[in-house]
């Protein structure tokens, strides 16, 4: 079956970079999303990479994918305190309409 | 261009009661799903529409239906309200299946 697995909780300082990874069971997965969810507000859609990349840069933002290890990384360099969210991994397998979330990871960022 | 809006933000119902949320996707979406949240369970999927037909479905009980307009718009619909169903309820839109989806506000459901 499908599962992602993510750390809860990750605290950072501001100015430094922060990783939260990401790890899924699911081989046939085609698609993996980071999503941010900040208080009282939907998911947003920060970037995503197809399973036949292994890396994407997007400003600020790294994502790594080692498929062999089902494991997926989101670098966030240069943390602000404005990036304090939950941060949520997903999947699509191939065939499927419906990407599977994991539980998120909040990450805190202090001064 | 509007993004996914969801109606209403907040919700108070007692148990027993029905309630129908409403999301309207953002114009050319024609895939709306819906999610349900909470701290214990995290996103939990309840169902997609696709020019109006659930084409996928959740592991909810039957209380959960839901429906989408012609105008790609959707209601879904709690019965029977319980104490667990205290949640927030998102719906997202999709273009299509190899894109992401654009997430709503919620709807934040509270059962007394």
């Known amino acids: 079956g499908e599962d992602v697995e993510q750390s809860l909780f990750l605290s950072v300082r501001e100015g430094d970079s922060s990783v939260i990874n990401c790890t899924y069971t699911?081989?046939?997965?085609?698609?993996l999303y980071w999503y941010k969810q900040e208080p009282g507000a939907g998911l947003q859609l920060l970037t995503y990479?197809?399973?036949?990349?292994d890396m994407k840069q997007d400003q600020r933002l790294t994502v790594l994918l080692n498929k062999k290890d089902k494991h997926l990384s989101l670098r966030i360099a240069d943390t602000q305190t404005g990036d304090s969210a939950i941060y949520f991994c997903?999947?699509?397998?191939?065939?499927?309409?419906?990407?599977?979330f994991g539980r998120g990871t909040s990450l805190i960022v202090h001064p | 261009k509007a993004g996914v809006t969801q109606t209403p933000r907040y919700l108070i119902k007692t148990r027993g009661q029905q309630v129908t949320l409403s999301c309207s996707p953002i114009?050319?979406?024609?895939?709306v799903s819906w999610y349900q949240q909470t701290p214990g369970q995290g996103l939990q999927f309840l169902f997609e529409?696709?020019?109006?037909?659930?084409?996928n479905k959740g592991n909810f009980p039957g209380r959960f239906s839901g429906r989408q307009f012609s105008n790609s718009r959707s209601e879904m619909n709690v019965s029977t309200l319980e104490l667990g169903d205290s949640a927030l309820y998102l719906c997202?839109?999709?273009?299509?299946?190899?894109?992401?989806?654009?997430f709503g506000s919620g709807t934040r459901l509270t059962v007394v």
């Open positions: 114009s050319g979406h024609r895939s």
């Open positions: 699911d081989s046939s997965s085609t698609y």
């Open positions: 997903a999947e699509r397998a191939r065939g499927s309409y419906i990407p599977t």
């Open positions: 997202a839109s999709s273009p299509g299946q190899n894109y992401g989806y654009t």
């Open positions: 529409y696709f020019s109006e037909t659930q084409r």
């Open positions: 990479i197809f399973s036949n990349m």
